[in-house]
């Protein structure tokens, strides 16, 4: 029975240590999803502020927004648009977008609103992209509802070009430097980051609604150890949750054979218990 006991508590404690470890691997997993979701709420945010710029708002007619002043540097305006407007018309100039004919949303709405966003000195921010260096601000161009004006949290419609791409044309850039190639950013509305080449240096193109850039691989000038830092640090980084991550499984394996152990020896004492006449 001593055994027994003895046994019971070594079980727990084994079972308690590995889920420690796992919620101890989780706030570097969790750190590393932060800025994804942080320019999502940035994009509700904005979107907010965006309909705020509506007063009797004409279709078709660009309404500049102002930000919270904890975001200032940012830009951000509205176009309120009928959705057959904009599939048989497009729009030929909203700021640095052109939105060719063909453009469809869904789910289908009547009316829908463009929110553009300029995110100015806080593009690093709330999409760092380590290894690159922007040559201009983050632009997003996000497609809503705008049956009601004054709803928020509202989710985005999925926008696509079933003809040409839309172009995003990039006003205030900053020159590449000599030998480097401007390529085009694109994050997605789940998270992901596509590349692609850049026409005439500040153009890019898109099927589809999102945030774009332009970028160039940043190179360290000279001598400079900078870059491999970066991936030092990031490769410690995967450490941190590797570590833990294994060593709880190697500790769920100890548990597993302790079990089965334990289990064979219940029945070995059972078994003796039956023989001898006495209850367990
Ligand atoms: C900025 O201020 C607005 C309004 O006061 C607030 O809703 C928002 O959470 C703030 N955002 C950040 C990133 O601090
Ligand atoms: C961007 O610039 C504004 C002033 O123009 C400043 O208040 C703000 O802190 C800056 N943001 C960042 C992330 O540096
Ligand atoms: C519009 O949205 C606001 C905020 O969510 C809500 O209070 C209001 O009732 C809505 N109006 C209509 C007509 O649905
Ligand atoms: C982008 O440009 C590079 C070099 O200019 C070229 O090798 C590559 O094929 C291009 N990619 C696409 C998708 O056009």
Redesign the pocket.
Same mark, same amino acid.
Do not use: A, L, Y
């Given at each position: 029975m001593g055994h027994l006991l003895l046994l019971r508590s070594l079980t727990m404690l084994l079972l308690v240590v590995p889920v420690c470890l796992f919620s101890f691997s989780f706030p570097c997993i969790v750190a590393q999803s932060d800025t994804k979701t942080s320019a999502r709420a940035l994009d509700a945010l904005l979107q907010d502020y965006a309909y705020s710029a509506f007063v009797r708002p004409r279709t078709g007619i660009v309404y500049n927004g102002y930000v919270p002043s904890n975001l @200032? /540097?940012m830009k951000i305006a509205a176009m309120r648009l009928r959705s057959g407007s904009l599939r048989t018309r497009g729009v030929k100039i909203y700021k640095e977008f052109g939105i060719p004919i063909g453009v469809t949303e869904s789910p289908y709405v009547e009316r829908l609103v463009l929110v553009y966003q300029n995110l /100015?000195?806080?593009s690093k @921010?709330y999409y760092p992209l380590p290894g690159y260096t922007y040559l201009s601000p983050v632009l997003g161009l996000l497609a809503y509802d705008a049956s009601n004006l004054t709803a928020t949290n509202l989710l985005e419609l999925k926008i696509r070009a079933s003809g040409d791409p839309l172009s995003i044309t990039f006003q205030d850039m900053m020159s590449a430097p000599a030998g480097s190639v401007a390529k085009c950013v694109w994050f997605d509305l789940h998270g992901l980051t596509h590349f692609s080449n850049a026409t005439s240096g500040n153009t890019c193109s898109t099927t589809e609604q999102g945030h774009f850039s332009i970028v160039v691989e940043s190179v360290a000038p000279g001598p400079s150890p900078s870059p491999r830092r970066e991936k030092k640090k990031s490769n410690s980084k995967v450490w941190i949750i590797v570590v833990p991550v294994l060593v709880g499984l190697a500790l769920l394996v100890l548990l597993a054979f302790l079990v089965l152990w334990l289990h064979k020896y219940k029945q070995g004492h059972d078994q003796l218990g039956e023989q001898t006449g006495t209850a367990a």
């Open positions: @200032t /540097g /100015g000195n806080w @921010t």
